[in-house]
């Protein structure tokens, strides 16, 4: 079992910057791949970006690319997310996920879930 705790979120301007963190309880972080998804008041759980277990592979949703950044450090067991140049479509629930093994776009397939943190970016 892995226990996701985020945190970073807050409220924003449009334009700002935010980054949130989480932190995994495993020993065997290094072999998870790392994802963040959000979801919207009304709307179904979406994909953001993911990081394969070394750090060394990122990918992104097209509606973020450019203007958030992945990341993790496998001897802290932590995973971040840089987001710049906020937008109010951006404000969300921000989930930190877990895979074993490698990541994947689809929601479905991620093994656990924190419990999200609020992210509202105002106009």
């Known amino acids: 079992q892995v226990q996701l705790v985020e945190s970073g979120g807050g409220l924003v301007q449009a334009g700002g910057s935010l980054r949130l963190s989480c932190v995994a309880s495993?020993?065997?972080?290094?072999?998870?791949?790392m994802g963040w998804f959000r979801q919207a008041p009304g709307k179904e759980r979406e994909y953001v970006t993911a990081?394969?277990?070394?750090?060394?592979?990122?990918q992104y949703s097209d509606s973020v690319k450019g203007r958030f950044t992945i990341s993790r450090d496998n001897g802290k067991n932590m995973v971040y997310l840089q987001m710049n140049s906020l937008k109010p479509e951006d404000t969300a629930v921000y989930y930190c996920?877990?895979?074993?093994?490698?990541?994947?776009?689809?929601?479905?397939?991620?093994?656990?879930w924190g419990k999200g943190t609020l992210v509202t970016v105002s106009s």
């Open positions: 996920a877990a895979r074993a093994g490698g990541t994947t776009p689809d929601r479905r397939r991620w093994d656990y």
């Open positions: 990081i394969d277990w070394s750090g060394g592979i990122t």
């Open positions: 495993t020993r065997t972080f290094s072999s998870y791949g």
